[in-house]
């Protein structure tokens, strides 16, 4: 599995995404300027790290989504070729047209960095065959503008297709209520494209895969990327 | 020749900005506040003196970048 991570300016957690990565294929992924025009040959994977591009001006997301780079992404997203959208990320695929709807500033206008659990909506894609469908995980999120929005054709789509991949739940798994951090529309925290080849997620598995540093339960999603 | 465009969040989607904008209002005690939107205002320098020109320019930006019409409606003047 080859991989590639993009850096805007702005990106901050390229360097976590690389060691993700890194960790899982043994190989260090190369890192894709913005300004660049394709990716490098062989792409299976493209990364869009979290960060404030851009300084988050105008909308989170809304400047990086029209960068150079991202006409080579779209081409490779619909190649069915597999983009991996984190916090920032998420909100650069949805600005891109990648992926539907909007982040919003998150309910309580706070920034919110703590650990979070979820669960995993379903075990049969690329980026979550290391998991069990309904299993609960517990990662990091770090965001102001998390706040999943869509109008409700849209919403009754992605659910009507599968596409949720993830939710915000507590640690029985329970989802909604206080567990919700930040207002998202049916306590979606990741979606997944058409062809479920792009997968945009708030939430940071990337920070997760060290248990030095507060577990590992980030590590499938990156091992599952590499069994795609 | 100038233009003015505003960027507005479409009704009903939630706004927590203009919320806490339209409390500390309150707080402040000013009368006669029903609720606050918050927006957006760019005013742009045009390079034509074309008003048919300027108005594609200014509604191509505004779909392709100013606004995100997922959420936002645009208005467009020109000065």
Partial sequence: MKAAVVLFPGSNREGDAVRAIEAATGHKPPIVWHADTELPAGTDLVVLPGGFSYGDYLRCGAIAGRAAIMDAVRAHAARGGLVLGICNGFQILCEGGLLPGVLMRNKDLRFICKMQHLRVERADTAFTRAYRAGQVIKVAIAHGEGNYEADDETIARLEGEGRVAFRYCDEAGVVGGLANPNGSTHDIAGIYSEKRNVLGMMPHPENLIDPLVGGVDGAGLFKSLVAA | ?79
């Fill in chain 2, 1 to 79: 020749m100038k233009a003015r465009v505003t960027v507005t969040l479409k009704t009903g989607v939630l706004d927590p900005q203009g919320k806490a904008i339209e409390g500390a209002l309150k707080s402040l005690g000013v009368e006669g506040i029903g609720s606050v939107r918050q927006g957006k205002v760019f005013d742009v320098e045009l390079g034509t003196a074309d008003k048919a020109q300027a108005e594609t320019a200014l509604k191509t930006a505004c779909e392709k970048l100013l606004a995100n019409t997922v959420v936002e409606n645009y208005r467009i003047e020109i000065v």
